[in-house]
C-alpha cells in the first residue's frame, strides 16, 4: 500500500493551534511502511481539549486525569492498520515547554508515538518507553525536526 492511498483525517476541537495537519501525518505514515514493516488504511488524529482527553480516558480506560494521548486501533492482527488517535493539545503544549522543545516538534513526536501505538509498540515498562523514544527520536530526525 503506497502512503498517498491511506486515508488521513486530522480535526481539531481545541482552542490550541496546531502545526499537524494531514501531510505531516502522511509524511510519518510513509516513514514508518517504510521501517515498520507496517500498512496503514486509516489514520484519524484528533486534537481535543483537556476535558475531552479526560472524558475519553475515564470512559474507555478508567483512568480521570488527563494524558498526551489516547490511540485506539480497529483493526485486526495482519490486516491494514485503522486507528485514531485523541491527542490533548493543551497538554502537549504544555509538555513542549516543560521540556524545553518547539512546540510544532512535541505535536509530531506525539503523532509519531501514537502510530507507532497503531504498529504495536507498547510502552508499559522502562524499556520499552526507552524504545519508544528512541523511535520517536530517529523518526523526528528523519523528518527534520530534531
Given amino acids: 500500500m503506497k502512503p498517498n492511498s491511506v ?27 517504510d521501517n515498520e514493516n507496517a500498512r496503514f488504511a486509516l489514520i484519524e488524529v484528533v486534537f481535543v481539549d483537556e476535558d475531552e482527553i479526560v472524558k475519553i480516558n475515564t470512559e474507555h480506560l478508567q483512568h480521570d486525569y488527563v494524558t498526551d494521548i489516547i490511540t485506539f486501533h480497529y483493526h485486526e492482527e ?10 490533548c493539545a493543551p497538554r502537549i503544549a504544555e509538555q513542549a515547554a516543560e ?11 506525539i503523532v509519531i508515538h501514537g502510530m507507532l501505538h497503531l ?7 522502562p524499556d520499552d518507553k526507552n ?16
Avoid: W
Avoid at 488521513?8 to 502522511?26: G, Q
Fill in 7 to 33: 486515508e488521513i483525517i486530522v480535526d481539531n476541537t481545541s482552542d490550541v493551534e496546531v502545526s499537524v495537519d494531514e501531510d505531516v501525518v502522511a509524511d510519518i505514515a510513509e516513514l514508518l511502511q
Fill in 78 to 87: 495482519n490486516e491494514p492498520i485503522e486507528g485514531t488517535l485523541f491527542c
Fill in 99 to 109: 521540556f524545553d522543545a518547539e512546540p510544532e516538534t512535541e505535536f509530531v513526536r
Fill in 119 to 125: 504498529c504495536g509498540y507498547e510502552d508499559s515498562t
Fill in 131 to 146: 524504545r519508544m523514544t528512541e523511535l520517536e527520536n530517529t523518526y523526528l530526525k528523519l523528518l527534520h525536526y530534531l
